[in-house]
């Protein structure tokens, strides 16, 4: 549903993304790994289309980004980590504005099914301004879903969440993959990687290390060590000795 070929994206004569390729199968949950700089959040843009790649060819559901843009988009939703909201519309005004942008049939029924599940229905007449944090996340994650797509691109998922959303978030993802959805996942959150992604994709300088079911890449980094976490595969892939992973945030 997600097919990358030789994907580039150069800024002058600088190289963010290098000959990049890879797919995400339905069902599947695709983790995107890697240092500060690696090209993560690059990679994503240019999948969500936000951005032009230098070269490559990207296909959603079929669909390809360059040539039929909106056909593409209408398949995918993608979750910057940093929410992008409207401060003048109310949480159901924000769904209703969706529905009208996605031509969303039976828009207040689902609209109404999405605030239940992310814990927003008694925040449907707020502004973002009286929001959390998080409950901006679930806004966000609310209007991008609305629309029922098959493809859904999430850059650090968990920003924000306290533990309850953090249990539902991932509990949402594993229902979403099993329902057929294609889903690809940035995070330094090397634990929510190995907990909830069947695929991993590490990536170092813009350029593909591994990829590949997780089983497979653990056998393929993991020597003589075959229960190494995948903070220990993680740091053998990218040559890295030291540092702490699974924390922090940002930078692709």
Known sequence: MIEVEQLGKRYGDFAAVTDLSF?????????????????????????????????GAIRICGHDLGQAPLLAKRELAYFPDEPRLFDYLTVRQHLRFMARLYHVPDAEARGRQLLEELELADKADALPGTLSRGM????????????GPRVVLFDEPLTGLDPYGIRRMKDAIRRRAGEGMAILVSSHLLHLVEEICSH???????????????EDVR????????DASLEEIFFRATGGSDGVAGTGAGGG
Not at 42 to 53: A, D, N, V, Y
Not at 136 to 147: E, N, P, S, V
Not at 219 to 226: H, L, N, T, V
């Open 136 to 147: 901006k996340q679930k806004l966000a994650i609310a209007c991008g879903l609305l629309h």
């Open 23 to 55: 797919t995400v199968g339905s069902g599947e949950v695709l983790g995107l790994v890697g240092p500060n700089g690696a090209g993560k959040t690059t990679t994503l843009r240019c999948l969500s289309g936000i951005i032009p790649p230098s070269q």
């Open 219 to 226: 056998r393929q980094f993991a020597e003589a060590s075959p």
């Open 200 to 214: 991993l994709l590490i990536v170092k300088q813009g350029r593909k290390v591994a990829w590949g079911p997780m």
